[in-house]
């Protein structure tokens, strides 16, 4: 697998105190403004969230519900059932099911330059996992701490999977207003509740297949 260095992970630290360190689901139902609605697609019932924008504490313009709610499609790359197929540009992950049919997700990727791609497999799975900025992030951002435990504060949400022996990994984000763009240090970074739905379907040795 081709990576390229753990870098910058964390813009969005600067806009998380705004809304106390987290936003859950259930929180951006109560934003002023917020609107909330259900649509019917192929897959059955999802609720969509409408983006509210506003100016953060910092006088940054800050988009918030670019929610992509997750559905099942027509996939006909020739991949086995259970695999995972990233594609980066689409700002979508794919868990590949039978019978030429996908589970499709909206993602955050890494930024341009920080993004990886290649081929892996899942060799670990965490529920609310701790994190431990590497060194090199430390010291250009010097106010994270050595280590964070798991919780709904924590950057790396409630569920990671791990690819290889690596840094790299897929995770849930306690900013999901990230969702749709380019944020992380080359990690993908799902919502919660998509995280778990693909934590509780993805097996350890899975294929995870990255493509730009």
């Given at each position: 697998?081709?990576?390229?260095?753990?870098?910058?992970?964390?813009?969005?630290?600067?806009?998380?105190?705004?809304?106390?360190?987290?936003?859950?689901?259930?929180?951006?139902?109560?934003?002023?403004?917020?609107?909330?609605?259900?649509?019917?697609?192929?897959?059955?019932?999802?609720?969509?969230?409408?983006?509210?924008?506003f100016t953060n504490f910092m006088g940054q313009?800050?988009?918030?519900?670019?929610?992509?709610?997750?559905?099942?499609?027509?996939?006909?790359?020739?991949?086995?059932?259970?695999?995972?197929?990233?594609?980066?540009?689409?700002?979508?992950?794919?868990?590949?099911?039978?019978?030429?049919?996908?589970?499709?997700?909206?993602?955050?990727?890494?930024?341009?330059?920080?993004?990886?791609?290649?081929?892996?497999?899942?060799?670990?799975?965490?529920?609310?996992?701790?994190?431990?900025?590497?060194?090199?992030?430390?010291?250009?951002?010097?106010?994270?701490?050595?280590?964070?435990?798991?919780?709904?504060?924590?950057?790396?949400?409630?569920?990671?999977?791990?690819?290889?022996?690596?840094?790299?990994?897929?995770?849930?984000?306690?900013?999901?207003?990230?969702?749709?763009?380019?944020?992380?240090?080359?990690?993908?970074?799902?919502?919660?509740?998509?995280?778990?739905?693909?934590?509780?379907?993805?097996?350890?040795?899975?294929?995870?297949?990255?493509?730009?």
């Amino acid at each position: 697998m081709r990576l390229t260095r753990y870098m910058k992970l964390l813009p969005l630290a600067l806009i998380a105190p705004l809304l106390g360190g987290c936003l859950s689901d259930s929180a951006y139902d109560y934003l002023p403004g917020a609107k909330v609605r259900y649509e019917n697609t192929p897959a059955g019932q999802v609720k969509v969230r409408d983006p509210i924008r506003f100016t953060n504490f910092m006088g940054q313009e800050v988009t918030v519900g670019n929610y992509i709610p997750k559905e099942t499609v027509v996939f006909p790359e020739k991949h086995a059932p259970g695999t995972i197929v990233i594609k980066t540009s689409q700002r979508r992950l794919y868990y590949v099911l039978p019978d030429g049919k996908a589970i499709r997700y909206g993602i955050a990727v890494g930024e341009e330059g920080r993004a990886f791609a290649g081929t892996s497999q899942i060799t670990q799975k965490k529920e609310w996992p701790d994190w431990r900025p590497p060194a090199e992030m430390r010291k250009r951002k010097p106010e994270l701490p050595e280590y964070m435990a798991g919780g709904k504060d924590n950057p790396l949400g409630s569920r990671a999977l791990y690819l290889g022996n690596t840094l790299y990994r897929i995770h849930g984000t306690n900013a999901p207003w990230t969702i749709g763009g380019a944020e992380s240090s080359g990690c993908i970074r799902m919502v919660n509740e998509d995280v778990e739905d693909l934590y509780n379907r993805a097996k350890l040795g899975s294929t995870v297949v990255v493509q730009r």
